[in-house]
């Protein structure tokens, strides 16, 4: 019955993603804790109840679930008072539970100001296997380059100016370097970014 609930949120642009992000996480957690050694049984314990931890759980999340009717976004991403090109601002991070991205377009009025739009977020759950902070922040600025190219060549704006903002500086530090000097892991990631982004566009910014 969870999952069903959880895969019934049809969110195709991630405008609700702190709710499903947490269902993901608590997901992962009720598998973990219905693994077991003893394979002839492993189909049949989702047919057990939860743990009470677990269950309270879920509770304060499905009571979390009713704000979302409360949310509320422009339907159109430009202004009626915006004048010249919009900006996109793309900020990622990482945790261990999980990492991301969302992107806003920022539009200039004509009183001045400045007005932003969210566009789009999307995240990922961090795998099982122990992996630092560091990495995971910079598998968000991955989703991050990749979520900027998409806009890019699929938006009809044309925008003056790309930003990427992190809070990890180990992070920007790596995207400055070229990336063959970095072990597979980070080499192969950096280099994506430098391939799909300007390391000058990338900023930092204390979280």
Not at 88 to 103: E, R
Request: aromatic fraction near 10%.
């Amino acid at each position: 019955m969870v999952l069903s609930q959880v895969a019934s949120v049809y969110d195709p642009l991630g405008l609700a993603t702190p709710y499903t992000l947490a269902a993901k996480v608590l997901m992962r957690k009720l598998c973990i804790e219905n693994n077991t050694n003893d394979k002839t049984i492993v189909n049949s314990r989702w047919d057990y109840a939860m743990s009470v931890e677990s269950r309270l759980e879920w509770m304060d999340f499905f009571k979390e679930l009713f704000d979302i009717e409360q949310l509320k976004f422009h339907r159109c991403l430009k202004p009626d008072n915006a004048v010249g090109d919009p900006i996109l601002v793309i900020f990622s991070d990482g945790s261990k539970l999980a990492y991301g991205t969302c992107a806003y377009v920022r539009w200039g009025t004509a009183h001045g100001g400045f007005e932003s739009r969210l566009v789009i977020a999307k995240n990922r759950i961090a795998p099982t296997k122990q992996i630092s902070v560091p990495r995971l922040e910079l598998c968000g600025a991955v989703l991050a380059a990749r979520i900027r190219q998409k806009l890019v060549e699929e938006m009809d704006y044309k925008f003056g100016r790309v930003i990427h903002i992190v809070d990890s500086m180990i992070v920007r530090a790596q995207i400055q370097r070229e990336s063959y000097g970095f072990g597979t892991f980070v080499a192969t990631r950096v280099a994506e970014i430098q391939n799909k982004t300007e390391p000058s566009d990338w900023w930092w910014v204390p979280s």
